[in-house]
Every structure is written in C-alpha cells, then in structure tokens.
C-alpha cells in the first residue's frame, strides 16, 4: 500500500514550549491530509482535515490557534502544538488518501507526544 | 448514538480460533468500511476494506458489511498470536471524507 511517513515519532518538551510533526506521503500526491489524535486505550478522534494550498478545517472543541496545521504542498502537512500542556500529551497520527475513488486512506506510524 | 460503535473488548481466544468481530454505525451515507489492525504504539494499518454492501475474503480475513441492517464484520479464521491486536473499524463517505473509528477490539490469540 501508499507509505505515510511521520516525524519525528517520539518527542519530550517542556511545558510552554512549541513542537512540529510532519506528514509525508511518500509515493503518491495527497491534496487532503487528516490529523487525528489518540489517548490512551482510547479510539483515534480526528482533529482536523488538511487541504493542500488552503486552510484547515478543525472539528468541534478543537482549538485551531494551538494546533496549527500547514499543507503547503501535496506531500506534506505539518501540525505545531503550540504552547503545549501536560494535557496535550497524546499520540498523533496523520492519514493521507491517494484520491483515488477507492475511498482507501494510509496512515503513518504516528507520533507520541509527552509534555512534562 | 455514537457514529460507530464497537465493543472494546478485550477477546481472548486459542490459537486456530475462528474470531468475529462487529461494529454498527448509524450515518447510511458511509460507503467504504474500512477494518485497521493496530499493533501498541504503532499507527493503524489498513486490513481490507469493502466497498458498499457484501463480503469480501483476503487469505484468513473475510470482511462483510450489511448496509440494511448497518452492521459489519471482520472474521480471521485460524487465528494466530501475532494477530494480537486492537482491531478498528472506520466507515467513511465518498471521496476525501475522513474516517470514523469504532473504538476498536483489543484481540489476544493465546498459544
């Protein structure tokens, strides 16, 4: 199937301050990108949806000022936490479709956030 | 009603068992049933997927989806321990809708 690379996959940082995950597809164009984010034993709950050249569109509850996403080309996408808290600690993982009308969607390997 | 419900589980069987697992959704404008296995702290891997309503089988993976009744499956005969997993089931819409997850089944395959 497509790859999704996601970096970095681990990362430590100290309240307050901003971090970067990028999404990559590596073999294939993908014009919309979706953030979702996952707590322990819990399902993925999405985050927001990424358009290539264009704003993301963020789902309810989700504050678009902490969670900045970019999508400035058709293989990467990247979200900063911004300010990040203890209770942003999370796993983050980025899907990606080739647009093909499979409707079939890949995902990275995902992105474990600590914030002490 | 949540979108897609999912009994969390955990399922503990034999190795060599024939396992079922379920979900149900509610949104009928779900087109694509997706089933993703997902390994502990790894991000979800694509199973197979059906399209609309009907079976569909790849190797010990059987797959079906009854849109009349909005349920859907995912059988693995012969069940091994590296099937160990929380399975995901995640319908969605046409064209680049996203997902949206069961809570997914934590499956133990002893040996």
């Known amino acids: 199937g497509a790859v999704v690379s996601q970096h970095p996959s681990w990362v430590i940082c100290k309240s307050g301050t901003s971090v970067k995950i990028e999404c990559r597809s590596l073999?294939?164009?993908?014009?919309?990108m979706f953030w979702y984010r996952q707590f322990p034993k819990q399902s993925l709950m999405l985050m927001a949806t990424?358009?290539?050249?264009?704003?993301?569109?963020?789902e309810q509850g989700v504050e678009k000022d902490k969670f900045l996403i970019n999508h400035a080309s058709l293989t990467l996408s990247t979200l900063t936490v911004t300010s990040a808290h203890p209770e942003d600690s999370s796993f983050y993982i980025c899907?990606?479709?080739?647009?093909?009308?499979?409707?079939?969607?890949?995902f990275g390997e995902g992105s474990r956030l600590t914030v002490l | 009603q949540k979108e897609v419900e999912q009994d969390p589980g955990p399922l503990s069987v034999p190795e060599g068992a024939i396992v079922s697992l379920n979900c149900t959704y509610s949104?009928?404008?779900?087109?694509?049933f997706m089933w993703y296995r997902q390994y502990s702290r790894k991000g979800p891997e694509l199973l197979m997927y059906?399209?609309?309503?009907g079976n569909k089988e790849d190797g010990r993976f059987t797959a079906q989806v009854d849109k009349s009744s909005k349920y859907i499956s995912l059988f693995i005969r012969d069940s091994q321990p590296s099937d160990s997993a929380t399975y995901l089931c995640a319908p969605k819409g046409y064209g680049n809708t996203p997902l949206v997850f069961g809570k997914g089944t934590r499956l133990s395959v002893i040996a």
């Open positions: 899907s990606a479709g080739t647009g093909r009308n499979t409707g079939e969607l890949f």
């Open positions: 949104n009928s404008a779900f087109q694509y």
């Open positions: 990424s358009n290539e050249g264009s704003k993301a569109t963020y």
């Open positions: 059906t399209y609309s309503s």
């Open positions: 073999d294939f164009q993908a014009t919309t």
